[in-house]
């Protein structure tokens, strides 16, 4: 028979999952056991062993065993499907948002029309000729031309956009330096951002005499704690005839005697010591299992980083879909106190939900598929470099800089916004100034014309001021 679409799966169908094949729609385990990769729906790069009865969303991918399933649902109801939904909702609620520029503008051109109109039916009614009248009209519509306006917030994007470009950072939306100038509180996504991504050997376990021969089994396997334990050890030798048991471990015949790699079951561990990261367990005949630790390393300056957000008044969590034990240790280690662990992308999107309606104007920072809903329906988000391009789309900035580059966005954001507040207030103190003068019919239009670039200048200027003032330090 040929393959069938995902759209025509229906819930209550039997599927079968080979090996290396992603799920396209979500699934309940009805047989089989092996071990999963769900990167692309929690974000974690290390894989989980399922049984019978366990729930699979679509994106996951089978790296063990055959899986027999039956569908949950139908593949426009399923996890991925819900994810696009929340793309599309967090698009248009950007769409809706207005622009200070935006709203400044459609309140001043009426402004200028009706007072240019006015002023010519006033001079009118005073008697004076329409030569007269439509002069003092032209130059009371020209000295208030919202070119001041206009450029008040372009010109100081311009610029901002230009400093954070030269840190590494990448504006992708206009819009973007104002929502981001009103964050108070940053929501952080662990694996990939927070972290490496990678789980490393603890550096205690790497002195071990059994490390190599704990290598020389994990050279024969994909899996990540394997490969982390083979970059521990360094390059060596690939034992002869390893057999891999999905969800278990390795197992070889060295020098006559049985090793195994793996979990504390397969090696016969008794009891595992506690742990707040994976571990790797080797048997070799009838010596104790001995114990290899794992770890997720932070990145370079993530401590730091939430450290000055933290000194600048903005809180900050963490928000994963990984493990408990895992989550609060990362979180501890960067002295974040509030952490959210298990949460699946619907999960992220409904408590950045309470952070708004609590008031909050949340910054998410992610790089996976799983992050994509929530940076789109954020306030403001970022991504790193080395995101997934969902991800990078999804999000108003992208920082090629490292973690540090966040507290430098947030600052010239702010910045930015003060910045634009400043112009229009120059532009407003102009008008204030210029239209009276005008009005009364003391401008020609020439004089009106010099003015209205004069006022435009000042607000280039302005914007210009921190560019200038950085340079001369």
């Given amino acids: 028979p040929g393959a069938v679409r995902a759209e025509d799966i229906l819930p209550g169908d039997r599927i079968l999952l080979a090996p290396g094949e992603r799920a ?12 999963i990769d769900e990167s692309l729906v929690s974000g974690e790069s290390l894989p989980r062993r399922v049984t019978a009865g366990a ?14 399933g039956r569908a949950v649902n139908a593949a426009a109801d399923s996890l991925l499907s819900d994810i696009s939904r929340m793309l599309e909702a967090g698009e248009q609620r950007r769409t809706a948002y207005r622009r200070i520029a935006d709203r400044a ?6 402004f200028v029309h009706s007072a240019a109109a006015l002023t010519f039916l006033g001079w009118l009614t005073a008697g004076a000729s329409v030569h007269k009248a439509i002069l003092i009209a032209v130059s ?6 919202p070119c001041a306006l206009a450029l008040a917030a372009p010109v100081v994007q311009v610029v901002a956009s230009g400093r954070l470009f030269r ?9 973007a330096l104002e929502r981001l100038a009103q964050v108070d509180h940053v929501v952080f996504d662990k694996t990939g951002t927070l972290t490496l991504g990678q789980p490393v050997l603890v550096a205690a376990d790497q002195n071990l005499p ?3 021969l704990a290598a020389s089994l994990a050279r024969a396997s994909h899996h990540p704690l394997s490969r982390a334990l083979t970059a521990a050890a360094g390059p060596g030798s690939v034992a002869q005839g390893v057999r891999e048991f999905p969800g278990l471990g390795l197992e070889a015949v060295i020098d006559g005697k049985t090793c195994r790699l793996g979990s504390a079951e397969w090696t016969g561990a008794r009891q595992a010591p506690e742990a707040t990261g994976p571990v790797l367990w080797l048997s070799a005949g009838n010596a104790p299992p001995v114990a290899f630790h794992f770890e997720e390393q932070a990145r370079e300056g993530a401590a730091e980083t939430i450290r000055r957000l933290e000194a600048s008044g903005i809180t900050t969590e963490i928000v994963s879909g990984d493990q408990e034990s895992a989550v609060r240790q990362m979180a501890q280690s960067l002295g974040v106190t509030h952490w959210i662990a298990g949460a699946k992308p619907g ?14 104007h949340v910054l998410m920072v992610g790089d996976g598929l799983n992050d994509a809903a929530a940076l789109s329906l954020a306030h403001a988000s970022v991504a790193p470099g080395g995101a997934i391009d969902v991800s990078q789309s999804a999000s108003d900035a992208v920082y090629a800089g490292g973690l540090g580059s966040l507290p430098f966005i947030l600052k010239e954001a702010k910045a930015a916004r003060s910045a634009m507040l400043q112009n229009f207030a120059l532009a407003a103190l102009y008008n204030l100034i210029a239209i009276p003068i005008a009005v009364t019919g003391h401008v020609t239009p020439l004089v009106a014309a010099i003015a209205m670039s004069a006022s435009s200048l000042v607000v280039t200027l302005n914007a210009l001021r921190r560019e200038v003032t950085d340079r001369i330090a």
């Avoid at 396209?24 to 071990?35: C, L, T, Y």
């Avoid at 840190?167 to 819009?175: A, E, I, R, T």
């Avoid at 999960?347 to 909050?360: F, I, P």
């Fill in 105 to 110: 503008v459609s309140l001043y051109v009426p």
């Fill in 140 to 145: 009371t519509l020209i000295i208030t031309c």
């Fill in 210 to 212: 059994d490390l190599s």
């Fill in 167 to 175: 840190k590494g950072v990448y504006l992708k939306s206009g819009d």
């Fill in 24 to 35: 396209v729609i979500d699934m309940d385990v009805m047989a089989g056991e092996g071990e």
């Fill in 347 to 360: 999960g992220k999107v409904a408590r950045l939900e309470t952070l708004r309606d609590e008031g909050k």
């Fill in 55 to 68: 729930r699979l969303f679509a994106g996951t991918v089978n790296t063990g065993a055959a899986l027999e």
